[in-house]
């Protein structure tokens, strides 16, 4: 035992240790074994190269006519037919090929896996470069090779941080013409983008220039988002990074409605993450049951106007207060404004105002004189709608503009706004309870009592905006395993000379099935901005899928009842570790969702003899 006169200096140099990312949490889940699909082993056990065949599945997004005409060469090559990844049978593995990686977009759980995978895939005889900072990276031929030791210390970890990421699009012909320069100079045979939905869209652009220009290096694209908008049905579940996010979500969701629970008397108001797609909400929801969760898509269906909105969820608060039950947690969709279709028509008008009177607006001093100037040339439904908004909202809808001087809708704090409609409703239900109370059609039938002691109880809240806390997480089984083997399949797809291919991987109940998508064959044309553009299509909340209905038929229990659930971290051993998404089990029709099966389990540094550097 450490005399105590020497115990400072001992927990000194343990503590000093812990630099550099080695916490013992981040140490030891570098040695975390991982699922690997059977696809990637030769008859030895060796990690090895898959091999490709084609399918009798084919994919095409709708709006057809734009995207054919733009993808002729990629078309002729992979004829749009899915390719699924059986045992490789090489004699000799392929030497000598540099292939490059980028990250793109904002960061997801597992992107460093994919590193890790690719690395594995290409081995000692080929070159793995990654693009510092992204597609910029890319522009300046900005590379790092990426080597067996570096592959050891970003295994298992979360975020995008040893390379970066960024946003930039390739769209102009001197971006294209940046990206040819970079791979001749470099000599690549491969790159692979790790993105969304517009990240693989470039992808698929930039193997059509390649092969437009006679440039022989293989464009593949890895799905990433925290989102889950880039889902193609069976073919690709989810992206990775959306299992990670959703249960860090759902782990502070449980913890509010804990807290909810045992201080009774908050109501708290919790945006989530997905500006177009409220996939993370509806699952955040299924893993925690909360008071309620708004559905941007079923509110859009519904053509629900605001006032409704806020209507649906005084109803709840009211039903949950009469009971005696003053508390709850209301799951809000980031992208919420943008779908109720009365809120669209006025930003839509906001920003053709804006844009025509920039100069007179800004000139004006105060915002009670922008505010004067404004309603009158928005049309009369639009201007009574932005006067009912709270003030701050109506200062931000002015004054808060993005780089081309539109609306910054994502920075609309939608919780808040909520809170203050409601608010001011269940202050009018308590100034005129003959309006609201008392027998009469519409009205609410109790006790006088009752009435009384609904007029009582305060409305308090505290707002919540769960965003930037699930991106960079460490990844939980699935997204470790899926990522590490969407990178060999993508280092595959390079190795065998595919181009304008999409890793995917499903079956995550089945041991996992590896296939390729042709991104030509998702595009679509979609009005973006107000104009067509030729794009992956988002994947949104499907109001008929199995995780919907189960939502649907079960939310009226949870909004009565305190009927919530608190689902704890996300665990990296034990008997919960091996959980997938609910709404994938749900929609993918598997019996479980707490039974994982993508291979067996492997220690990814024993197959490529990492040593700790």
Not at 491 to 497: D, K, P, R
Not at 516 to 532: D, H, Q, V, W
Request: proline share 5%; with cysteine; charged share 25%.
């Amino acid at each position: 035992m450490v005399p105590r006169e020497n115990a400072q200096e001992a927990l000194t140099a343990k503590v000093a240790r812990t630099e550099g990312k080695h916490s013992p949490f981040e140490d030891a889940v570098r040695t975390l074994p991982i699922p690997v699909c059977s696809v990637f082993f030769d008859t030895q056990q060796r990690l090895a190269q898959a091999a490709f065949q084609a399918t009798d599945i084919a994919v095409a997004g709708g709006k057809r006519q734009e995207s054919l005409a733009a993808f002729p060469l990629t078309r002729a090559c992979n004829q749009e037919a899915v390719l699924e990844a059986i045992p490789g049978d090489f004699a000799t593995k392929p030497s000598g090929k540099r292939v490059a990686v980028l990250f793109s977009g904002g960061p997801a759980p597992g992107g460093h896996n994919v590193l890790v995978g690719l690395k594995a895939i290409l081995g000692d005889g080929n070159v793995l470069l990654g693009a510092k900072r992204g597609t910029k990276g890319l522009f300046s031929g900005d590379f790092v090779e990426i080597t067996a030791n570096d592959a050891h210390a970003i295994f298992n970890t979360g975020g995008f941080d040893f390379l970066g990421t960024d946003r930039t699009k390739v769209k102009t012909p001197e971006q294209f013409a940046s990206v040819k320069e970079t791979i001749v100079k470099h000599q690549l045979d491969g790159l692979i983008i790790v993105g969304g939905d517009d990240s693989n869209t470039n992808a698929a652009f930039i193997a059509e220039y390649l092969l437009r220009e006679k440039v022989a290096c293989c464009v593949v694209g890895v799905p990433k988002t925290i989102d889950g908008d880039l889902a193609i049905g069976s073919l690709l579940p989810t992206s990775f990074g959306f299992d990670t996010a959703t249960k860090v979500y759902a782990q502070l969701v449980g913890n509010l409605n804990k807290d909810s629970a045992s201080a009774i008397k908050y109501w708290h108001f919790v945006k989530l993450m997905g500006r177009t797609a409220s996939k993370i909400t509806l699952e955040v929801a299924l893993q925690t049951k909360p008071a309620a969760a708004l559905i941007s898509e079923e509110i859009y269906e519904k053509g629900m106007s605001l006032d409704q909105v806020v209507d649906h969820l005084v109803q709840i608060i009211t039903e949950r207060r009469l009971k005696g039950i003053n508390y709850g947690v209301v799951l809000v969709p980031e992208g919420l404004v943008e779908f109720i279709p009365e809120m669209r028509q006025l930003i839509q008008e906001l920003n053709k105002v804006l844009a025509e009177y920039d100069r007179d607006i800004r000139d004006l001093p105060t915002l009670k004189n922008k505010q004067e100037f404004i309603y009158p040339v928005l049309s009369p439904a639009s201007a009574q709608l932005m006067a009912s908004l709270p003030e701050d909202i109506q200062e931000m809808l002015i004054l808060e503009r993005g780089d081309h001087g539109n609306v910054k809708v994502s920075q609309i704090e939608t919780e808040k706004l909520l809170i203050e409609k409601v608010r001011y409703k269940l202050s009018q239900m308590k100034r005129h309870t003959d309006r609201y109370f008392g027998s009469g059609e519409g009205k609410i039938d109790i006790p006088e009592v009752q009435i009384e002691a609904f007029k009582a109880v305060t409305f308090a809240t505290q707002a919540h905006f769960l965003g930037y806390e699930g991106r960079c997480a460490t990844p939980s089984t699935l997204d470790r395993a899926i990522t590490f083997s969407l990178g060999m399949a993508a280092g595959s797809l390079v190795l065998a000379g595919k181009t304008g291919y999409m890793a995917a991987i499903t079956d995550f109940d089945r041991g996992g099935r590896i296939l390729a998508l042709p991104l030509s064959g998702l595009i679509t044309s979609e009005l973006r901005k107000g104009k067509p553009e030729l794009v992956i299509e988002k994947s949104l909340v499907d109001l008929a899928s199995p995780a919907f209905r189960f939502f649907v038929q079960h939310r009226d229990r949870w909004a009565k009842e305190d009927l919530f659930s608190s689902p704890g971290p996300n665990q990296y051993w034990g008997p919960t570790c091996n959980q997938v998404p609910i709404s994938v089990a749900f929609n993918q029709g598997y019996m479980d969702f707490a039974n994982l099966s993508l291979g067996e389990e492997h220690d990814i540094r024993e197959l490529l003899s990492l040593e700790e550097p």
